[in-house]
Nanobody, 122 residues
């Protein structure tokens, strides 16, 4: 059964760093595009970052460019989101995503994890 499990969320101070991990189960992982969405309380979920199945192409929302880095290690069935220079507005539940298509994973990915909370204090 396909499954995505996030970890690494927590409470950090503004300007700090945090690394999120997502571990995938199932045969789809190595051939699927992967990504991250986030959703703050009372707001719509928004795209954060995506990476192609090979790891050769990455995409970022303008709000996180230069601060966040997405990567993947297919041998470990994992995708990561390294977050630095964190801001209070980065506070949200972060979701790991997967989809066969790199474009779709940035808009309406098919697979979703349970999410991990990231809280950035001022």
């Amino acid at each position: 059964q396909e499954r995505l499990v996030e970890s690494g969320g927590g409470l950090v101070q503004a300007g700090g760093s945090l690394r999120l991990s997502c571990t995938a189960s199932g045969r789809f992982f190595s051939s699927f595009a992967m990504g991250w969405f986030r959703q703050a309380p009372g707001k719509e979920r928004e795209f954060v970052a995506a990476i192609s199945w090979s790891g050769g192409s990455t995409y970022y929302a303008d709000s996180v460019k230069g601060r966040f880095t997405i990567s993947r290690d297919n041998a470990k069935n994992s995708v990561y989101l390294q977050m630095s220079s964190l801001k209070p507005e980065d506070t949200a539940v972060y979701y790991c995503n997967a989809d066969p298509d790199i474009t779709t994973v940035q808009s309406s990915p098919y697979y979703w994890g349970q999410g991990t909370q990231v809280t950035v204090s001022s």
